[in-house]
């Protein structure tokens, strides 16, 4: 069964292996990456939107914490510790890569 954030965001269905933690963690970045780019007005080395002031950065943060939080209550049955691992694991500093990486497992293309 796919989800709304699924059929929104994602062009394949997401294959039944990956695991729902792979799966939220992905939802996060994604989410994340989009509130980034609406809120940040600096760009890293790397071309990603970044927080140019302290107020950026908090709204930055608050946004990550609560969108951690929305996930863990619609997803009782996963272990907040066990998401985050997953959450850390593609949230590398190269984030696009890692995402594509992820779409690439779900996909099974190369």
Excluded at 14 to 40: G, P, W
Excluded at 60 to 76: C, G, K, Y
Aim: hydrophobic fraction near 30%; aromatic fraction near 8%.
């Amino acid at each position: 069964m796919s989800t709304e954030f699924e059929q929104q965001y994602l062009a394949e269905p997401v294959d039944a292996k990956l695991s729902l933690e792979d799966r939220l963690a992905l939802e996060y970045h994604i989410t994340c990456d989009a509130y980034d780019r609406a809120i940040c007005s600096a760009k890293d080395k790397h071309g990603e939107s970044t927080p140019a002031n302290r107020h950026e950065l908090a709204l930055v943060e608050r946004h990550s914490r609560e969108t951690f939080r929305t996930l863990v209550a619609e997803h009782r049955e996963v272990s907040p510790p066990r998401l985050w691992g997953r959450i850390n694991y593609y949230g590398t500093r190269y984030t696009e890569k890692a995402i594509a990486e992820m779409r690439q497992r779900i996909t099974g293309e190369e």
